[in-house]
């Protein structure tokens, strides 16, 4: 099923403005324990990656098994904000011993 990368963006937007100020509601930041819920719920992405950033930033990839996938980033405070999105998500295997 191909979902329009605007859509999560959509979602957390409505999400964000039932919680925050209007002008915080604009962006798809928020906090990052009802950003997980909805990428759960919504879409059935769950954690397949996560590595460290800037300093105390935490970029992870949440992925479902039909494919859709969400980054998002994670600032020190506990707020997250949605990155890319997109389809047709793959886990790769490293062979030991091959470079690629």
């Given at each position: 099923m191909v979902r329009s990368s605007l859509a999560?963006?959509?979602?957390?937007?409505?999400?964000t403005?039932?919680?925050?100020?209007?002008?915080?509601?604009?962006?798809?930041?928020?906090?990052?324990?009802?950003?997980?819920?909805?990428?759960?719920?919504?879409?059935?992405e769950d954690p397949v990656g996560m590595g460290l950033s800037q300093?105390?930033?935490?970029?992870?990839?949440?992925?479902?098994s039909n494919g859709s996938w969400t980054m998002i980033m994670t600032m020190p405070d506990g707020k997250a904000c949605m990155i890319a999105a997109g389809d047709n998500w793959e886990m790769v295997t490293k062979v030991k011993g091959n470079p690629v």
């Open positions: 999560p963006l959509a979602a957390l937007a409505a999400l403005a039932i919680a925050a100020s209007p002008a915080s509601a604009q962006s798809a930041c928020g906090p990052r324990e009802q950003l997980v819920k909805l990428l759960a719920s919504q879409y059935k300093p105390g930033q935490i970029l992870e990839v949440f992925a479902s």
